[in-house]
């Protein structure tokens, strides 16, 4: 009789592909935007890496707002009262990455429109 050979695991294929969106509430290009609050979903683990040099928020606003990484979410909290009729971008450059292997979600951006264009 003899026992089976003892290999260490390789953990498989090694994770190549950056995070994904898969939801968001509000919408990504909503118009009418009143939330004080914007949730981003991602498939997996995300955090975020160098957010005060690659965040740009355009137009800029008087207090940058609160955002958090948390599991596989990223949550947006305004600290002030958008501009009426104004379209913002929220460029997170490439701050967004995920947990494990650090691979880059480039230059992702959420836009809205406080407006009805």
Do not use: H, W
């Amino acid at each position: 009789m003899r026992c089976a050979q003892i290999t260490p695991l390789t953990g498989g294929k090694r994770d190549e592909l950056p995070p994904k969106a898969l939801s968001f509430n509000p919408e990504n290009t909503a118009l009418n935007f009143t939330a004080k609050e914007i949730e981003i979903t991602f498939n997996e683990y995300v955090v975020l890496k160098d957010l005060s040099n690659q965040l740009i928020i355009t137009p800029q606003l008087k207090e940058t707002p609160d955002i958090q990484a948390t599991g596989k979410k990223i949550k947006i909290k305004f600290n002030e009262t958008l501009l009426p009729n104004t379209t913002y971008k929220i460029g997170f450059g490439n701050s967004i990455t995920d947990l494990n292997e650090s691979n880059i979600a480039q230059n992702f951006e959420y836009v809205f429109s406080t407006g009805p264009t």
